[in-house]
């Protein structure tokens, strides 16, 4: 029989310690009208010791909770993480680890996009009946790579991680995914560092990365709907990468899907990378706006650049 993959529980977590914009005033040539207006953020949330494995952890075992499985029952781990707390181990083996779990675990790197790739690729494990569970995590700590003196990349990161279990199923959760990366852009995003143990910090100019990000994004949502033969009035919630009100709102007037339909948390948790997406999903999940049987659009696009989306019965 034909396996499909679904998900069955989401889950977040977001460390105490809130960074407001007023905050930032303080010690950077900046202003809480610049930042709310040019990207839509208020605030975010930055870690105060705790680790990546940390935030995942406390999102996982929400996750599974809500999923109603242990953690012996997970038979994959993937986390998609920019920010791991070690060259290596991977995060991803601390993470089974201290959840419990007696499966393979790797980490993914597709800083922005990460979590649609690991999605992606959880979903070729469960359609292929390779696995039936798979616990997929996007957690970050970007403020440990910010140069905080930096008013041009200091206002738009935040910590944060957010999960999603990926179980078989003989219904279709996942009904169309694409990944895609264009790797010439190095200079456009990156961390700045020439060797991996000198100290290197995000670099970016934004004005490119914007206009990258608007494309392929609006791109990805049209050939999402056209591959799906639906229409924007048929699809329940977009969950888009939250880094920027613009780029978030251009692409929906692009395919005529009204903001309302919108899934937005990046007021108050900034950028927060491969955690964004989960992040965004689990809010919204909770709050009861994400109903079962909902058509979801998750998009995102990283450095690379690396870019990608799916569509999703909840
Ligand atoms: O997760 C994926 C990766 N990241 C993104 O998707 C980010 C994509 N880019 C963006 O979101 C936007 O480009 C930014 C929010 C980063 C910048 O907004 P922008 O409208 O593209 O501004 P800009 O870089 O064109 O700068 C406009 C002006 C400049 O001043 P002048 O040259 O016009 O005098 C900047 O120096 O705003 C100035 N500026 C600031 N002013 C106050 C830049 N950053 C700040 C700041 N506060 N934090």
Redesign the pocket.
Known sequence: MKRFARITGTGSYLPPKIITNSELEKT????DE??TG??GIKERRVVDGESTCDLALEASKRTLEMAEIRASEIDLIILATTTPDKIFPATATMLQSRIGANCPAFDLQA??AGFIFALTTAQQYIENGVYKNVLVVGSETFSRIIDWND??T???FGDGAGAVVLSSDNTAGIKYSKISSDGSYLSS?HVNNNYINEIGYVE?S??E??KI?VKQLANIAEEILRESNLTASEISWMVP?Q??I??ITAIAKRIGLPMSKVILTLETHG?T?AASIPLALDVAVRDGRIKKGDKLLLEG???GFSWGGLLVEY
């Open positions: 950077l040539d900046t202003s610049w930042i040019r990207t800083v922005c008013r041009s200091a206002i738009l995003l970016m934004g004005n990365v914007y990000a990468h880094a920027n613009r780029i950028n990378s696009i990283g450095a």
